[in-house]
């Protein structure tokens, strides 16, 4: 029988570690259907990819994504897809869309995700047809999506619908029994669909958006013990992952994350926790954890942090930016929507006061360092002040405060003031000693989320690329061959699901990668607009000369690196269930999606 796809001559990495080697393979109704040494009969082969010189791996996966929104609007997900991610897992930080209505909805995603909250609102309201676990799935299976999904449900989501979200969301309020026994059974149908877990979450200063409930935290936070044993004795019994974000600045609550991971006298606990960063305010806190694994794994548990593997920088636009929620003062300002009620806070001397005492507290768990003169201004209508830290325009004016000459200058300019800091993961050698870590997994991209701040869609590249860098430098930390186990194979077997792999019987989900091309490029970012949420400005990679090209169920869906006609446009991937295979999507046509990529010309020899 003749193959599909060929790919020719290409180094060939099967997912788990294993060596290399140049290969060829030859894809068949969606699946491998041959990897050989020597060379396939290409007769009545429709498509040949030379790979000659290129790496052949599966495709990546990115194991914490907000995609919930975006998926139903833009199912391509083709910033994602063009980086060789074909699968993604939603349902990240107790955040789903499975049983909320767009008003909840928004008040969950648009303030702690930074999408705005109109666009979720519309979005959910326009899309949802759904009201339980599996029709979720069937609703996603009709859509043209680009890559493999796979999901938690969300606490806050479960929280919310069951007691709505007023009462979910008051420190005074219990839910009833009934209301126990309601999110039970949701996260039993979840689990019964084919959901990799639930995940929570306890961090403090990830706040609500919309009127009601604006300024709470999430739903999943007023949860008390009674409520949270409950719904992870189902997680245990099933052998599914709980996902949690711990409220690190209470200890006691980390240390019983940690100890519910471990069981002691009962089944553990498999948990991923958010999340291992080497944080400028606190260099030790990385080690701690990565002993605390180590620890852990070693006593029975089954335990992971989430990691991004590359340096953690974040842009603004003026006060706009989720680090100022940890501390009082910054949410005070993120609560006032309107520009004027903000810019009246901001001229407040007794306002500036309490900023001054708060970026000056460095005592106490934080994410971001606190320190203006590590933050660059990238664009400013005052030409003077860019490419200057705020510490410095505030030397230049006579010795002004850095929390005064940001704030003055978030006053003149508003959200044209665009600036960017690196919060976390700035010490290259600590990277590499974290990304050996077998209690570490590759991760925490946030794709889909904080749209106007970040941009890691392309996080696998670049740590292909540190390991590439440092290979060729003669001081290698892993092998190639480690490293896309870690992005690939490594997570799918964690979380049991179907993907990750490049063996003959397994779908064929493939990326051709360039080595050649992970250059400083991977690094940059671009912005481009957003036909989905009304035409917006959102932070994106672009790196098309590293992935040339992409395979989801043997379906070219990049090729010379960029998204071909069918992406958007046809269904390629499927809905990914725990512990059971999944069938390629082939040859099955969809509707096309609003603000599906153009098409391009395949280029193929």
Known sequence: MSFDTVIRGGRWFDGTG??????????????????????????GCAQVIDAAGKW??????DIHTHYDVEVLVAPSLSESVRHGVTTVLVGSCSLSTIHVDGQDAGDLFGRVEAIPRQYVVDTIDKHKDWSSCADYIAGLERLPLGPNVTAFIGHSDMRAATMGLDRATRADARPTAAEQARMEQMLDEALQAGF???????????????????????????????????????LRRSGRILQAGPDVKNPFDVVSQLAQALGIFRRPLKTSLLAAADVKSNPLAVPAMVKASRMLNKLGADFRWQHLPVPFEVYADGIDLVIFEEFGSGAEALHLRESVERDELMRDEAYRRRFRKDYQNKYGPRVWHRDFFDAEIVECPDASVVGKSFGQVGVDRGGVHPVD?????????????RWHTTISNHRPDMLRKIAREPGVQMGFSDAGAHLRNMAFYNMGLRLLRHVLDAQQAGQPFLSIEQA???????????????????????????????PAHLDDKLDAYVEE?????????????????????????????VLDGRPTAMLGTQRTGSFLRADTPTPAVTGQATVPAPGAPAATSPAAT
């Open 18 to 43: 294993a060596p290399s080697a140049i290969r060829n393979i030859g894809i068949r109704d969606g699946h491998v259907a041959a990897i050989s040494a020597e060379p396939l009969d290409e007769t």
């Open 196 to 234: 990799v877990g639930m995940s929570s979450q306890q961090l403090l200063f990830d706040k609500m958006d919309g009127d009601v409930c604006r300024s709470r935290t999430l739903p999943s936070t007023y949860a008390k013990p009674r409520e949270l044993r409950r719904l992870k004795s189902m």
């Open 484 to 514: 896309v186990h870690r992005l690939t194979g490594e997570l799918a077997d964690w979380y049991r699901i179907d993907a990750g792999h490049l063996r003959v019987g397994d779908r064929a989900d493939v990326v051709v990668i360039d």
């Open 529 to 557: 607009t957003f036909a989905a949420y009304g035409g917006m400005s959102r932070m994106v990679n672009r790196n098309d000369e590293a992935v040339t090209a992409v395979f989801i169920s043997g379906r070219a869906v």
């Open 405 to 417: 000459a940001f704030l003055d200058l978030v006053l003149e300019h508003g959200t044209a003031l």
């Open 56 to 61: 052949v791996l599966p495709g990546l996966l």
